[in-house]
């Protein structure tokens, strides 16, 4: 045992869909048994799950404990884990903590739920609404991925901005597999022949303004490439039929969405609403070029590393295409500001933080 005590890491986040917030968090997971193995506070980590989840693959150095009488979601979070964790501090890396604990760090990723409710279901949003600013409240330390969504959660939940530590979010993950080409192949890409759009099920990534200005850019030879959920946007109601020069890949591995990166004249990237961006960092860690929306967190990641174009201009993202396309000098620029800039972002680096702040959740 250190001086830090038991660190136990919530993990709730095993049972849901992966989304941004669930790749965080296995991420960071992954960062810390990797720290487990060197010694150190991470070797008293203890991975908490509901019944019957097991740990997951690749996980060698945590232990891991399985319990409780939910098999999940609200109540196993809310009346099971503070029972689990009693004797340490408890890691939430998901948004959302137990109320009845206050040894514990959380992190919060953004204030979506109120910023953008539109995208979101009314029961998620009165969740969000009742348990963030209370376990704002009651938490001995909070973390967040950027200093934008520490003004924002600071702004629409009331948390005072100085509790929250800023942890960034890492990208070398999308590193660790071999690229999977044969998704070009699949869906007639050529590489360098394309832009690439990903997540395209969610609002925030502003579909329709990729395909305003994908239309206004028309380059020539150059296709559009999108990943993600299925969108009636693009496909219309009752048929697969796509715009012009428009592949929707589908939802895709990190192998292939390696490969997607790497063969792309850039990721186009005019969200109008995040917390951090991680998709411009598995981008410029893969030496792809990124236009991405002048929203403040992705200015933040992003600085001199991408073309940035005004949020809901689709003028200046059809420009920004245009030029991506004529200029291989451009690309070349970008991809290698891109380079050094992510080596400020690593998952090892946000899980150290983390550890930090449950040390002094500890003491």
């Known amino acids: 045992m250190t001086a830090t005590g ?4 919530n993990g709730r986040f095993l049972t849901q869909r992966r989304t941004g917030v669930q790749r965080f968090a296995m991420e960071v997971l992954r960062a810390v048994d990797a720290l487990a193995g060197e010694g150190g506070p991470a070797a008293q980590a203890v991975l908490l799950t509901p019944r019957g ?3 997951p693959e690749g996980i060698a150095h945590l232990a891991h404990r399985a319990g409780g009488r939910f098999a999940g979601g609200y109540g196993w979070e809310q009346l099971d884990l503070p029972r689990l964790a009693s004797d340490g501090v408890l ?6 903590a137990p109320l009845a604990k206050r040894r514990q760090v959380v992190v919060m990723h953004d204030a979506s739920p109120k910023a953008v409710p ?4 009314r029961p998620f949003r009165l969740a969000y609404g009742v348990l963030v600013p209370a376990t704002g409240r009651i938490a001995a330390r909070l973390a967040t991925v950027s200093e ?3 003004a924002e959660i600071a702004r629409w939940y009331g948390i005072p901005a100085e509790r929250f530590a800023i942890c960034h979010e890492g990208g070398e993950h999308i590193l660790d597999q071999p690229a999977d080409a044969g998704v070009l192949a699949r ?5 360098g022949g394309y832009f690439l759009a990903v997540g395209m099920g969610a609002k925030n990534k502003n579909l329709p303004a990729i395909l305003d200005a994908y239309a206004r850019a028309a380059p020539q030879g150059i296709g559009l490439a999108l990943t993600g959920a299925r969108s009636s946007r693009v496909h219309g109601e009752d048929g697969p039929a796509l715009p012009e ?8 591995s990190d192998a292939e969405l390696r490969a997607l990166y790497e063969g792309a004249c850039a990721l186009v990237y005019p969200s109008s609403y995040e917390g951090f961006g991680l998709p411009v960092v598995e981008a410029m860690n893969c030496g792809c070029p990124v236009v991405a929306s002048n929203q403040p967190a992705l200015q933040e990641v992003a600085g001199d590393a991408a073309l940035i174009v005004p949020l809901g201009d689709a003028a200046a993202l059809a420009s920004a295409l245009s030029r991506i396309a004529a200029e291989p000098g451009l690309r070349e620029m970008l991809a290698a500001r891109g380079r ?6 690593t998952w090892r680096a946000t899980a150290r933080i983390l550890l930090d702040l449950c040390g002094a959740a500890a003491r």
């Open 53 to 55: 989840i097991v740990k």
């Open 118 to 121: 539109q995208a979101f279901s």
């Open 6 to 9: 038991r660190i136990y890491i």
């Open 340 to 345: 050094a800039r992510v080596a400020r972002f």
């Open 187 to 191: 869906n007639g890409l050529r590489p």
């Open 148 to 150: 934008f969504s520490r």
């Open 91 to 96: 890691l939430n890396l998901g948004g959302l």
């Open 245 to 252: 020069g428009v592949t929707h890949c589908g939802f895709v």
